[in-house]
């Protein structure tokens, strides 16, 4: 009995040395300690002794049993150790490789030049406000007091929806629209988009951007408007920036104004941008009518105000030299990739 053990014990350890995976471990534990393996024929072999070696026997076989199932514990544990390290080993990535870089668009030169724009008016205390760009003949036209013969309202000019709804012309209605919603004091500036009936040619595009202005509060005055519009252009342009205000006519505003502003292209020396002059026009401004603020609800008596309007298309060719605004609006990657 006791070489019975010892070579089933031999065995069981020489066919362990060679079970490379769980599944040869598994079969191996079948083979020695399943219901017909070869240790648990051994125990039935008990029965057939004598009865005083039976306690002894049993002893035997059941350390031998439990040998195997350490040895196969123990096989079992380094696989599953091994396994782990494999599989950290594989999936082990470096952290300080560098990255994939994923394509990255850029802002519209007309967002950049705006962003630029809005922020300077933020710190000087400004709300950014929107409009309709389907927009009311009555805010478009008449309460800006533009009277029904005058010349902007033209078929040419204009796009009508119907006859009393056009795309607006510029972005002055939001002024009505926010002096009818808001009581002074008022400080906005409205961006949009504005449409007119013109043929496409470097300068000229049936649509097109600009930035619209109002301020409405007691004691403003002209000063204020010109203080305005200088501190925005010096820090927009530069430090060294000089401004023109040149009498101007628009019906919403008396007095108004025409404002130029040193070319920053040439810094004043002359160029073809500002056609050699050194100035470039960049702005209409003016006192707000009384007319319009008695239309809106307000008293001129209490309240005056001013404005000013922008092309936005316009001040971003200046900045950056472009001298066709169709390359605005043509979305041409090229041309976009420039404003990274
Ligand atoms: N709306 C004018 C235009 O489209 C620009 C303008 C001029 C706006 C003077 C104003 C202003 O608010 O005061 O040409």
Same mark, same amino acid.
């Given at each position: 009995?006791?070489?019975?053990?010892?070579?089933?014990?031999?065995? #069981?350890?020489?066919?362990?040395?060679? @079970?490379?995976?769980?599944?040869?471990? &598994? *079969? !191996? +534990?079948?083979?020695?300690?399943?219901?017909?393996?070869?240790?648990?024929?051994?125990?039935?072999?008990?029965? #057939?002794?004598?009865?005083?070696?039976? @306690?002894?026997?049993?002893?035997?076989? &059941? *350390? !031998? +049993?439990?040998?195997?199932?350490?040895?196969?514990?123990?096989?079992?544990?380094?696989?599953?150790?091994?396994?782990?390290?494999?599989?950290?080993?594989?999936?082990?990535?470096?952290?300080?490789?560098?990255?994939?870089?994923?394509?990255?668009?850029?802002?519209?030169?007309?967002?950049?030049?705006?962003?630029?724009?809005?922020?300077?008016?933020?710190?000087?205390?400004?709300?950014?406000?929107?409009g309709p760009?389907v927009e009311c003949d009555l805010y478009n036209f008449e309460m800006?007091?533009?009277?029904?013969?005058?010349?902007?309202?033209?078929?040419?000019?204009?796009?009508?929806i119907s006859d009393d709804v056009v795309?607006r012309?510029?972005?002055?209605p939001?002024?009505i629209r926010?002096?009818?919603?808001?009581?002074?004091?008022?400080?906005?500036?409205?961006?949009?988009?504005?449409?007119?009936?013109?043929?496409?040619?470097?300068?000229?595009?049936?649509?097109?951007?600009?930035?619209?202005?109002?301020?409405?509060?007691?004691?403003?005055?002209?000063?204020?408007?010109?203080?305005?519009?200088?501190?925005?252009?010096?820090?927009?342009?530069?430090?060294?920036?000089?401004?023109?205000?040149?009498?101007?006519?628009?019906?919403?505003?008396?007095?108004?104004?025409?404002?130029?502003?040193?070319?920053?292209?040439?810094?004043?020396?002359?160029?073809?941008?500002?056609?050699?002059?050194?100035?470039?026009?960049?702005?209409?401004?003016?006192?707000?009518?009384?007319?319009?603020?008695?239309?809106?609800?307000?008293?001129?008596?209490?309240?005056?105000?001013?404005?000013?309007?922008?092309?936005?298309?316009?001040?971003?060719?200046?900045?950056?030299?472009?001298?066709?605004?169709?390359?605005?609006?043509?979305?041409?990657?090229?041309?976009?990739?420039?404003?990274?």
């Amino acid at each position: 009995m006791k070489e019975k053990i010892k070579g089933i014990l031999s065995e #069981a350890m020489q066919t362990l040395q060679a @079970a490379g995976d769980t599944q040869a471990l &598994n *079969d !191996l +534990r079948v083979r020695f300690l399943g219901k017909k393996g070869s240790v648990t024929a051994l125990m039935k072999e008990i029965g #057939a002794a004598a009865p005083e070696e039976r @306690a002894e026997m049993g002893k035997m076989i &059941n *350390d !031998l +049993r439990s040998k195997i199932e350490e040895a196969i514990e123990d096989a079992l544990r380094k696989i599953k150790n091994s396994e782990k390290k494999d599989r950290l080993a594989s999936e082990r990535a470096d952290v300080t490789l560098p990255g994939h870089k994923l394509p990255l668009g850029s802002l519209h030169p007309l967002t950049i030049v705006y962003h630029e724009i809005r922020d300077i008016f933020l710190r000087m205390g400004f709300d950014v406000h929107e409009g309709p760009e389907v927009e009311c003949d009555l805010y478009n036209f008449e309460m800006l007091n533009i009277p029904k013969n005058h010349p902007s309202r033209d078929m040419q000019d204009t796009f009508y929806i119907s006859d009393d709804v056009v795309l607006r012309t510029h972005t002055s209605p939001v002024q009505i629209r926010t002096m009818l919603r808001e009581k002074p004091p008022i400080r906005m500036i409205c961006p949009g988009r504005v449409y007119r009936c013109d043929d496409v040619d470097a300068t000229h595009s049936p649509v097109f951007n600009q930035i619209e202005g109002l301020v409405v509060d007691k004691h403003v005055t002209l000063a204020n408007l010109k203080g305005t519009i200088n501190s925005f252009l010096k820090e927009f342009y530069g430090e060294n920036t000089k401004t023109k205000f040149r009498p101007g006519y628009f019906p919403f505003t008396e007095p108004s104004a025409e404002v130029d502003a040193t070319c920053s292209l040439c810094g004043g020396e002359g160029c073809p941008a500002c056609k050699g002059a050194g100035m470039i026009e960049v702005l209409g401004c003016g006192m707000v009518n009384p007319v319009v603020l008695t239309g809106c609800g307000i008293d001129p008596e209490e309240y005056a105000g001013f404005a000013f309007g922008l092309g936005l298309d316009r001040l971003t060719n200046i900045k950056y030299g472009i001298t066709d605004i169709r390359l605005l609006y043509e979305n041409d990657v090229r041309f976009l990739n420039q404003f990274k």
